[in-house]
């Protein structure tokens, strides 16, 4: 059964950092692109960043360019989000996915990101 | 990177269809058949629906279909649920690793 779970969320000062980990099962992290979208509260679905199968080429939506980094360690089979320079408007709900070329068969159940002081 | 147009809402009654549109660009869904569809119940994660613009997944009921036309996809909800009441979101590739989702439309089963 394919899972995934993210975790690393909280309340972050505006300025500040967070790392987001998503830990999956049920398939190697290594064969598949992944992804992250993010929700803000009661609002729509915002794609974030890739990452390719090669673990090395990646995308990122440009209000995030810069200061998002994707990454993954495959002997753990976890993606990880590392968010810098935090700003308010970067709240919101986080997901991972896999992505099977194209598509997002598999989501985890999102971690909150507050940016607040 | 600007957000795919949707509705913002759609209604059918029980039994009948819903049609969502779509409408991106030539940089994304009018270049590229990588178009989804996703389906989000408040409070949960989103449910692939439709992929590469018609294709099904396993255990999506065939009442849900997808098509595409030059920049606008769209999606048909076909003899309407109860549970088929949520909001669907579309997405699309748009080159150099990049993706863009729609602006969600909430479907309500009258």
């Known amino acids: 059964e394919v899972q995934l779970v993210e975790s690393g969320g909280g309340l972050v000062q505006p300025g500040g950092s967070l790392r987001l980990s998503c830990a999956v099962s049920?398939?190697?992290?290594?064969?598949?692109?992944m992804v992250w979208v993010r929700q803000a509260p009661g609002k729509g679905l915002v794609w974030v960043s890739r990452?390719?199968?090669?673990?090395?080429?990646?995308g990122y939506a440009d209000s995030v360019k810069g200061r998002f980094t994707v990454s993954r360690d495959s002997a753990k089979s976890t993606l990880y989000l590392q968010m810098n320079s935090l700003r308010a408007d970067d709240t919101a709900v986080y997901y991972c996915a896999r992505d099977t070329g194209g598509a997002f068969p598999d989501w985890g159940q999102g971690t909150l990101v507050t940016v607040s002081s | 990177q600007s957000a795919l147009t949707q509705p913002p809402s759609a209604s059918g009654s029980l039994g009948q269809s819903v049609t969502i549109s779509c409408t991106g660009t030539s940089s994304d869904v009018g270049t590229y058949n990588y178009v989804s569809w996703y389906q989000q119940h408040p409070g949960k994660a989103p449910k692939l629906m439709i992929s590469?613009?018609?294709k099904r997944p396993s255990g999506v009921p065939d009442r849900f279909s997808g098509t595409k036309s030059g920049n606008t996809a769209s999606l048909t909800v076909s003899g309407l649920q109860a549970d088929d009441e949520a909001d669907y979101y579309c997405?699309?590739?748009?080159?150099?690793?990049?993706?863009?989702f729609g602006t969600g439309t909430k479907v309500t089963v009258l």
């Open positions: 590469e613009v018609s």
């Open positions: 990452l390719n199968r090669d673990g090395i080429s990646t």
């Open positions: 997405s699309s590739y748009a080159g150099s690793n990049t993706f863009v």
């Open positions: 049920g398939f190697t992290l290594s064969s598949y692109w």
